[in-house]
């Protein structure tokens, strides 16, 4: 089977191939592989700049805007300060103004003094622990050549990370399961120590070496994974689960979160300490040879490591399964399970189910039940949304997954400030919880703002403040009267309450004491409203965080162009009400805000600002033509509707970036074409639907999305 070369995005790079400890489950030296002996110990300056290059320009030809890269071992820790230092620096050049380089390090943490740690802050570089739970669990495999334990020192090395200045780069959790282990003590060691993430690992096996079974058991991995699933549920999910967090997410038809389970593209490459590439890691466990390519980064690209057949044979999806995974109900969340436990040694190959099936597969189905997420099932009015015919309903479900996306990223920043002493993050978070605890409206109110997302996202990508919770909280809570005052930054004079209105302030301070009081008084400038038809949104022209759209935002209107604004807008809805009733009915029930363009985004925009309950529009200073201003608010709501069912759905290939905006385009076309009397539009809108039926890409429910589009054409 060929195709287009699939982007590697995930690069492994061991930079030491010895370790420190001798724990009996490790694939590298345990397991059927022994390539280690004949490597060399530390991975040499000469193969960090080949493989950095190598990365950059794969970047660049496949136009990637981040790429992640693993330090690992053995133990990377071992490579030493200096050569780790070049290493970070030889990755951070070759990937400047390419691509974002998300760097991160797998170590056992016994080496991890504050010298790297403060390494380790220069560079950005996140930090994955290895620990399989409290000290009895530990000390079962994670010992010392001598026999001695290496369960203090690793609490020291989380301790150490844990520090104000360090926890921004504590990437999480990795644990193994063993099935001997309590489950409940596990988890609660691990939750206690209060990591941003938690990674459940099954223990690497295949049908040749089956992994441990007490006797008399079926799914003795699923049963003590639902053990910890209970322990976390009951005391409220208070650290993501990665495992959990994948099931239940393929669950509703999104993606995976991790490599072992759902359909996703393999799209990791390791490079070992002699420059040659690998396929991953957990092919070790197979037999010896299991990962080779027969490339290096001297000779070849990653182009031709992404065509080599090992890595096209994890490319396809569905296809490249059993015949026994293909049929099976669960499929789509569990993926045939990792590629190396599929293996048996009869002929068969990896051409099996995983060795851990049956535990899968009670696992996939007791998540589902337990969660109510049905895997046959999209979200709600999920055809509707699709052929146009929703009255609201489903457009305010799509809301509260919005507002539950929203507060999932909300929840993820909390794990990566360390919160300084004099920031107003920490005190606007507590806030909010105390709030959600007294008033659920309130935490409502600044989840379903238009732009908290775009700024959370930018938080995480460290171009925004994550100080702006504070305007956010004190936005929902003052005009309430749910708290006395809260203390918010201001910035260019103004400290802004988003989705209500700003006050100028004359003070050279960064931040300030608001009151209610504050709104009534001269200084207030409030939000102007647009009342039209059905719908009263306000004219937000003054958020920081506004500028999400294809086009230049306008700063605050004068009140003779409201005045216009509101004029147009009352003719344009008679239009949309008219021609489209269902996308009026949907617009009615979740468009909040309309924010002034400085140009019209462009009739091939095929990106959301952000959702459907902000829209972007440009009105031209003289004679703006109401039905432009129509087709412009049903275009841009229909983004936001695909913009915000792609956090939930996993409608086509995410790497296949023309089918993504074809179906953007088609979507919005079938209902802005219903606003003009023009037959070539039209039939070009069902000359793209017909190419969008073609593609390969689209997943089970992005075909049944794409019925859904003929059927309104």
Known sequence: MTGPVVPLRQLVLKVHSRCDLA???????????????????????E?????????????????????????????????????????????????????????RIHTNGLQLTERYLDLFAEYDVRVGISLDGDRAA????????????????VLAAIARLQQDRYRHLFAGILCTVDVRNDPVAVYDTLAGLRPPRIDFLLPHATWDTPPPRP???VTPYADWLLAVHDRWTEQGCPVPVRLFDSVISTLGGGPARTESMGLESADVVVVETDGSYEQADSLKTAYDGAPVTGRDVFRHSLDEVSRHPGMTARQHGLDDLSAQCRGCPVVRSCGGGLFAHRYRGDGSGFDNPSVYCADLKRLVESLGTRTGVDAGRPVDGFDALADGTDDGTAVRALAEVRQHVTLGLLKELNTEFARPAGKLWEPAWQLALDLQLRDERVLTSFLSHPYTRPWAVRCLDAAASPDHLASLVAA???????????????????AQLPGVGRLRVETADQRVELTADALRSARWEPLRR?????IDVVLDDIDPHRDTFAAPVLPRLTDDEVALWRQVLVQAWELIAGALPGTAAGMSAGLRALTPLGAPPGPGTTSAGGGFAALGLHLAPRDPEPVRAAADLVRGFRLGILDVLLDECELYDEDDAPTGALLADTYARAATDALYDDPSSA???????RELSDSASLTALGRRFVEGIGRSL
């Open 530 to 534: 647009l009342p039209f038809g059905e």
């Open 476 to 494: 929902a809570a003052l005009p309430v009267g749910a708290v006395a005052s809260v203390e918010v930054p201001v910035a260019d004079g103004f």
């Open 23 to 45: 724990c009996r489950h490790c694939y590298v030296y345990e397991h059927a592989d022994q390539s280690w002996t004949s490597r060399p110990r530390v991975i040499s300056e």
């Open 47 to 103: 193969i960090v700049s080949r493989t950095a290059l190598r990365l950059a320009e794969h970047a660049k030809a496949h136009g990637l805007a981040s790429v992640q890269v693993i330090l690992h071992g053995g133990e990377p820790l071992l490579a030493g300060p200096a050569r780790l230092r070049f290493v970070c620096e030889q990755l951070r050049d070759a990937l400047h103004g390419i691509a974002d380089l998300d760097l």
């Open 683 to 689: 039939a070009r809108t069902r000359a793209q639907w």
């Open 138 to 153: 530990n000390d079962r495999y994670r010992l010392h050549r001598d026999g001695r334990s290496s369960y203090d020192q």
């Open 215 to 217: 006797q008399g058991t």
